[in-house]
């Protein structure tokens, strides 16, 4: 892949991952432990690695639940059973039928807790729109009585030129008839 001439060594073949569902293999002795142990705690190593081995199997089983995949631990064919009858089957589904049903409520309660909250959330924005409502609509009735207030304003305003409009024409007027009867009077004699 790479050039030889370029000094960058080639990494080789891409590792090749397990695919998701299977378990990862298990992992390799390592013999300087193997040199080292004693004898003695064998037993107890043994007992140890048999308990975890059957909590790590029931986490699976429970993801494999949760997730709504119910997934057996080997691959085998009908002549299989036929052949030989696994001791632990009945418990292994009296185990994996309690894992459903346990899953099954939490899907239950899951739900139930997310409809309370849509209903709770839908709730406050109901309350929150109400009072934005209230607020808009006190709003356009201050703006409705600055409104009518800035309308009689004007409209006062108004009658007070038409009044002076009008007292002004009539001094107008009777100054025009007391011209035109002095006029009269004086040019007629």
Do not use: C
Not at 12 to 33: C, M, V, Y
Not at 41 to 55: A, M, S, T
Not at 151 to 176: M, W
């Amino acid at each position: 892949m790479n050039d030889p001439n370029s000094g960058i060594p080639d990494p080789g073949p891409p590792a090749q991952q397990p695919p998701r569902g299977d378990p990862p293999p298990p992992p390799t002795p390592d013999p300087e432990r193997a040199a080292t142990s004693d004898s003695g705690d064998q037993p107890l190593r043994g007992l140890l690695r048999g308990v975890l081995g059957g909590v790590r199997q029931m986490g699976r089983d429970m993801a494999s639940v949760v997730l709504g995949r119910i997934r057996e631990a080997e691959t085998h064919t009908p002549e299989d059973d036929a052949i030989v009858e696994d001791p632990l089957a009945p418990e292994k589904r009296r185990r994996v039928g309690m894992l459903h049903s346990v899953a099954e409520q939490l899907r239950g309660a899951a739900d139930t807790y997310v409809a309370a909250k849509l209903d709770e959330i839908e709730a406050r924005v109901d309350v929150k729109l109400d009072h934005i409502e209230q607020r808009i609509d006190r709003k356009i009735l201050e703006l409705h009585e600055q409104l009518t207030q800035l309308r009689d304003a004007e409209l006062r305003h108004r009658l007070r030129l038409l009044k002076i409009t009008l007292v002004f024409t009539v001094l107008v007027a009777a100054l025009s008839l007391v011209y035109k009867w002095a006029s009269n009077l004086w040019f007629a004699s």
